[in-house]
Nanobody, 124 residues
Framework: QDQLVESGGGSVQPGGSLRLSCEVS????????MAWFRQPPGKEREFVGS????????DSADSVKGRFTISRDTAKNTLYLQMSNLKPEDTAAYYC?????????????????WGQGTQVTVSS
């Protein structure tokens, strides 16, 4: 069964950095476009960023542009989200998602496979 497993969440002070990882079942990573979503406490899930199947095309939400970078390592079957200059409003459960499409999307319904989530808390 295909699986996505996130890791790397934690607590950090404002202005700090974290890198989230999402490991994908071996052999299928290269067939998926990928994305990160997040769900702040008491709010709806929201798009963070996406990356195409070959890693050549990406998209990110305006709220994280210039601070977050999404990347993928095919050799390690892993998706990353490098987060810097973190703000309290970045506090959320972060989820990775996979789609069989060539390109990602901001629409959560585009993705058929989801990880269990990893918590990021930004607080002083």
């Amino acid at each position: 069964q295909d699986q996505l497993v996130e890791s790397g969440g934690g607590s950090v002070q404002p202005g700090g950095s974290l890198r989230l990882s999402c490991e994908v079942s071996e052999g299928i990573f290269g067939t998926y476009s990928m994305a990160w979503f997040r769900q702040p406490p008491g709010k709806e899930r929201e798009f963070v960023g996406s990356i195409s199947r070959n890693g050549g095309t990406g998209d990110s939400a305006d709220s994280v542009k210039g601070r977050f970078t999404i990347s993928r390592d095919t050799a390690k079957n892993t998706l990353y989200l490098q987060m810097s200059n973190l703000k309290p409003e970045d506090t959320a459960a972060y989820y990775c998602a996979a789609s069989r499409s060539l390109f990602g999307s901001r629409n959560a319904a585009h993705y058929h496979l989801w990880g269990q989530g990893t918590q990021v808390t930004v607080s002083s």
